[in-house]
C-alpha cells in the first residue's frame, strides 16, 4: 500500500508541471513586444507605397500584407498607387507549437500631388470669305492677358493644355472679383467675339484623381487691327479710310505711329469734317512721337480726296453747315493718345467759304479734335461711346480764327459726351504750351439779318472750348503754360444785303444795333461749362501765365474765371435719391469742382466803341475796327468822328 500510494503521487506532479509547460492548449506564445505596425501618409507620385514592420519577427514567423480600399476589408488592392486611403492587415504565420499570433492593422493615405503648372494655350478659330475654317493663336499682351487681332469675323475661343494627363474643364464668364477670381454670377454660355472691346474671362481647370484640381483664369479681348503710319501720305490715309471701309470696320482699327512726322507747311484736311457723318471712331496711337508744322485754312473743312480712282468731295454738309476745324474734326467712339502737335498754324475765316445763308454757322476748332460726339450706335462690344485723349501735347502754335459761333480749345473745340464712367472716358495729362490764340467774332454771311443772330458768341479754353454735356467729366493732370489769348467780342463787319454795301460794326454798336451784346467767355482750362454737363472734375491742373485781351462792347459781356470762363454747371453734385454729396468735414461737393489745381495769369477787359465820320463811305478795310494783329483800335482821325471814339471806356480825340 505504501508503494502504490508513492507512484500516484509522482504522476501527478509530472502533470501539473506538463500543464505548466506546455500551455492551456499546450502551445507557446510568440513574443511580439517589439513589432509595431504604424499609420503612413505619402503623396502621389506614380509609385507603388507600402507599410513595414518595424522590429525583428521571431524565428519562424512570417508576414503577409493585403491592402484594402474600404475599411470593411472586402475590396483587396494589388498595389497601393492612386491618391487614396487605404487599409492595411498584415497576416502572420508561425510553426504549429505556437498560437496563432494577433494580425496588425494601420492605414496608408496617399494624398494628391499637385500639378507643378497649367500650361495652356488659346486658339480662335474663325471663317474665312471662302467659308473655310481658320486657326489663330492668341497673343500675349505683356500683362498677363492675351489678345486677338480684330478681322472683322467671329472668332469662336478654345483651350489648348500641354500639360500631360488630368482632364481640362473651361468655363467663361464676363466679369471678373477685385482679387481676379471669377464672379460666379458672370457666368457666360459664349465663347465667341467678334468686334473690338469684346472680351471674354476663361476659367481653366486641370484635375485628375491623383492631382488636386489647379485652375487659371486668362483673359482674353479683342484688339484693334493695328494700321502702321510711316509717311504724310500714310496719315492722309486715315482720311480716306472714311469713304472706303464702314464704320463697323473702322472702330476696329489701331492707327500706330511709328516716327515723327514733318508736314513741311502743308494745309491738313481735317478727318472727319462733317455733322453727323463721317465719324473717326477708330484709335490713334501716337507711340510718343510728334506730328509737325501743318497749316488749318478754310481749305482744311473744304477739299477733294482721290479715292480708289475716284474724286471725294469734302464741305460742311446741311442743315447745320457746322464747321469742325483741327487735325480730327467730328469723332466718336475713339481714342487718341501719346502724340504731340507743334507748329500748328491755324488761319481761318468762316466769311472766306460763303457757305448757303439759310441756318446759324457754328464753327469749332480744337487742334487735336474739334467736337467730341456721343453716339451709342457706334459702339462695339464693351467699347464706350465716348472718345478718351490722354497724354496728348500742343505746343508752338499760333491760331487765328473769325468766326460767328466759335467754340476754340487748344486741344478740344466741344465736348459733347456723355459717360456715367469716368474711367473709361478719359481726359488725362493734356498740355497745352506757347501758344497764341486770337479769336474774333464775324459774322458768318452776307444775310447778317435772320432769327439765329442771338447765339452768336465766343468761349475760348486753354484745353476746352465748351463742355456741353457729359454726365461725368475728369480733367485730370491738365497744364496750359504760356498761353496768349486775345478775344474780340463784336463783329469786324456787316454787309447789307439790300444796299450791298458794308456797315461799320462800331456805328451799329453806339446805335444800339446789331452785335451790341454777344458774349466772350475765356477759361484757361474750359471755356465755357454748359448746363448739359452734370458734373465737372478739375484734378491736378495747372495753368501758368495766361495772358488775355478781351475786347467787348461792356464788361458784363466778358467772363473770365482763371481755370474756366462762363459756369452753367451749378448746384451741389447729388446722389441716386437726390441727396447732396458731402466732403470729409460734411460740406457739399460742387457740380464744378476743382481739387489741387493752380492759376497764375492777367487779363485786360477793353470796351471798345466808335463811329465813322460823316461822309466816309463804309468799307471792309475802315469799317474793322480790329486793325493790326493784337485787335487794339486804332484811332485815324480822317474816318472816325472823335466823339464816338472809346478805348477802354475813355473817349479818344485827335
Not at 476754340?408 to 469716368?422: A, D, R, S, V, Y
Request: proline share 2%; aromatic share 10%.
Amino acid at each position: 500500500m505504501k508503494k502504490h500510494f508513492m507512484y500516484y503521487v509522482s504522476a501527478f506532479v509530472l502533470c501539473m508541471l506538463s500543464v505548466v509547460l506546455l500551455g492551456a492548449c499546450g502551445k507557446k506564445d510568440y513574443d511580439m513586444s517589439n513589432i509595431s505596425l504604424s499609420d503612413a501618409t505619402f503623396t502621389y507620385d506614380g509609385n507603388a507605397h507600402t507599410i513595414e514592420l518595424k522590429g525583428e519577427l521571431p524565428n519562424g514567423v512570417t508576414a503577409d500584407y493585403k491592402y484594402y480600399s474600404d475599411a470593411t476589408y472586402e475590396t483587396e488592392v494589388t498595389s497601393p498607387v492612386d491618391a487614396g486611403k487605404y487599409y492595411v492587415v498584415v497576416k502572420f504565420t508561425g510553426d504549429a507549437k505556437h498560437n496563432p499570433i494577433e494580425d496588425k492593422t494601420a492605414t496608408l493615405t496617399i494624398n494628391k500631388a499637385v500639378y507643378p503648372n497649367l500650361d495652356v494655350t488659346l486658339r480662335a478659330t474663325y471663317l474665312d470669305d471662302d467659308n473655310q475654317e481658320k486657326t489663330v493663336m492668341a497673343k500675349d499682351n505683356g500683362d498677363g492677358t492675351l489678345y486677338l487681332e480684330s478681322i472683322n469675323k467671329e472668332y469662336t475661343i478654345s483651350v489648348n493644355s500641354t500639360t500631360p494627363n488630368g482632364t481640362v474643364t473651361t468655363e467663361f464668364y464676363n466679369e471678373l472679383n477685385a482679387d481676379g477670381t471669377v464672379k460666379e454670377s458672370s457666368k457666360s454660355l459664349s465663347n465667341k467675339l467678334t468686334n473690338y472691346g469684346d472680351k471674354v474671362h476663361i476659367k481653366i481647370t486641370l484635375s485628375d484623381e491623383n492631382h488636386e484640381p489647379i485652375s487659371v483664369v486668362r483673359t482674353i479681348t479683342i484688339e484693334r487691327k493695328t494700321v502702321e503710319i510711316r509717311t504724310y501720305e500714310d496719315l492722309e490715309n486715315m482720311n480716306k479710310d472714311l469713304f472706303t471701309k464702314s464704320i463697323e470696320e473702322r472702330v476696329n482699327l489701331r492707327y500706330l505711329l511709328l516716327n515723327d512726322i514733318d508736314c513741311e507747311g502743308k494745309v491738313w484736311k481735317t478727318i472727319g469734317v462733317n455733322f453727323g457723318q463721317d465719324y473717326f471712331v477708330s484709335e490713334f496711337n501716337g507711340n510718343g512721337h510728334t506730328i509737325s508744322n501743318f497749316k488749318l485754312t478754310e481749305q482744311s473743312v473744304v477739299y477733294t480726296l482721290e479715292v480708289n480712282g475716284e474724286t471725294k468731295t469734302v464741305t460742311p454738309n446741311t442743315p447745320n453747315q457746322c464747321v469742325h476745324l483741327g487735325f480730327f474734326g467730328y469723332i466718336a467712339s475713339a481714342e487718341i493718345h501719346d502724340v504731340t502737335f507743334d507748329n500748328v498754324n491755324v488761319k481761318f475765316d468762316m466769311r472766306a467759304l460763303m457757305l448757303s445763308d439759310d441756318n446759324s454757322r457754328y464753327t469749332y476748332y480744337g487742334t487735336v479734335f474739334a467736337r467730341a460726339e456721343y453716339d451709342p450706335s457706334f459702339a462695339a462690344g464693351s467699347i464706350s461711346s465716348c472718345t478718351s485723349i490722354y497724354n496728348v501735347t500742343v505746343k508752338n502754335s499760333n491760331i487765328d480764327i473769325k468766326a460767328a459761333k466759335a467754340y476754340i480749345g487748344g486741344i478740344i473745340g466741344i465736348e459733347h459726351n456723355k459717360n456715367t464712367n469716368e474711367s473709361t472716358f478719359l481726359r488725362k495729362n493734356l498740355k497745352v504750351e506757347d501758344v497764341n490764340m486770337n479769336v474774333s467774332l464775324c459774322h458768318w454771311s452776307k444775310k447778317f439779318l435772320n432769327s439765329n443772330e442771338s447765339y452768336d458768341r465766343i468761349s475760348i479754353g486753354g484745353i476746352v472750348g465748351e463742355t456741353q454735356s457729359g454726365d461725368v467729366v475728369v480733367y485730370e493732370d491738365c497744364k496750359v503754360i504760356n498761353l496768349n489769348v486775345v478775344g474780340k467780342g463784336y463783329y469786324d463787319v456787316l454787309y447789307n444785303e439790300s444796299t450791298g454795301a458794308f456797315i461799320n460794326t462800331v456805328s451799329a454798336m453806339n446805335g444800339g444795333g446789331y452785335g451790341t451784346n454777344k458774349p466772350l467767355s475765356v477759361g484757361g482750362i474750359l471755356g465755357w461749362n454748359r448746363s448739359g454737363a452734370k458734373e465737372i472734375t478739375l484734378k491736378n491742373c495747372e495753368v501758368t501765365n495766361l495772358t488775355a485781351a478781351l475786347y467787348v462792347k461792356s464788361k458784363a459781356h466778358a467772363q473770365f474765371n482763371g481755370l474756366y470762363g462762363e459756369n452753367s454747371v451749378q448746384g451741389n453734385r447729388q446722389d441716386s435719391n437726390g441727396a447732396d454729396i458731402v466732403d470729409g468735414e460734411g460740406n457739399p461737393i460742387p457740380a464744378l469742382y476743382e481739387e489741387n489745381c493752380t492759376f497764375t495769369g492777367t487779363t485786360g477787359i477793353y470796351i471798345l466803341g466808335g463811329k465813322l465820320k460823316e461822309g466816309v463811305t463804309p468799307s471792309e478795310d475802315n469799317a474793322n475796327i480790329a486793325l493790326g494783329d493784337n485787335a487794339g483800335f486804332v484811332y485815324t482821325p480822317d474816318k472816325y468822328d472823335p466823339n464816338y471814339v472809346y478805348v477802354n471806356g475813355v473817349l479818344v480825340t485827335e
